[in-house]
Nanobody, 124 residues
Framework: QVQLVESGGGLVQAGGSLRLSCEGS????????MGWFRQAPGKEREFVAR????????SFADSMRGRAAISRDNAKNTVYLQMHDLKFEDTAIYYC?????????????????WGQGAQVTVSS
């Protein structure tokens, strides 16, 4: 089992940048595909980005491609989501999640473990 804790959310002006972190517990963190999702009020949870267990492969939602980078440090059991050129519509609660087995997973139902979420608010 993996417990995940997000940090780094907050209020940022449109056009600004923010880095989210997600620290996982346990010795098996490096086995998991890690993903970021977000959920805005009144909307369904949507995929943002994912990274393979060794960090060699990543995928992004069309809405974030070119404005986000995902990375991980398995020695620290941590995955990061760096976002820039933020827009008002990026306002949401951002969740990190862990999935097994490895693979290109972009659906929320593929992920086993979830963090509690971090609020990101972009002011226009």
């Amino acid at each position: 089992q993996v417990q995940l804790v997000e940090s780094g959310g907050g209020l940022v002006q449109a056009g600004g940048s923010l880095r989210l972190s997600c620290e996982g517990s346990g010795r098996t963190f490096a086995l998991y595909t890690m993903g970021w999702f977000r959920q805005a009020p009144g909307k369904e949870r949507e995929f943002v980005a994912r990274i393979s267990p060794n960090g060699g492969s990543a995928s992004f939602a069309d809405s974030m491609r070119g404005r986000a980078a995902i990375s991980r440090d398995n020695a620290k059991n941590t995955v990061y989501l760096q976002m820039h050129d933020l827009k008002f519509e990026d306002t949401a609660i951002y969740y990190c999640a862990a999935a097994l087995p490895a693979g290109i997973k972009t659906a929320a139902q593929d992920y086993l473990y979830w963090g509690q979420g971090a609020q990101v608010t972009v002011s226009s």
